[in-house]
């Protein structure tokens, strides 16, 4: 199962922003899935992971204020990202927490001070 993130942008200090991984196949068969971050300078980090059943795990630096949520029928996975900061700024990608596969080219997300 290949995955494609999108929906990155730029948004103001405070703002929110939905973004999206799509599965070219079944999703369903992944039972654990995670969003990570790299910004500039820094290292791939984990910010949020979901289970086949819903239960959600979130970075200290995001809880209570990014969501994570799953879509089998559709084959998707999102992350809602609420009052955002400048430091939430870099590129996200979703992945197979157990298995991860290649590393797509993921979506930038760019919070402006």
């Known amino acids: 199962v290949q995955l494609m993130e999108s929906g990155g942008g730029l948004v103001q200090a405070g703002g929110s922003l939905r973004i999206s991984c799509a599965a070219s196949g079944n999703i369903g068969s992944i039972n654990v899935l995670g969003w990570y971050r790299q910004g500039p300078g820094n290292k791939r980090e984990l910010v949020a992971r979901?289970?086949?059943?819903?239960?959600?795990n979130y970075a200290d630096s995001v809880k209570g204020r990014f969501i994570i949520s799953r879509d089998n029928a559709k084959n998707a996975v999102y992350l809602q990202m609420n009052s955002l900061k400048p430091e939430d700024t870099a590129v996200y990608y979703c992945?197979?927490?157990?298995?991860?596969?290649?590393w797509g080219q993921g979506t930038q997300v760019t919070v402006s001070s």
């Open positions: 979901i289970t086949r059943g819903g239960s959600t």
């Open positions: 992945n197979d927490y157990y298995n991860a596969n290649a």
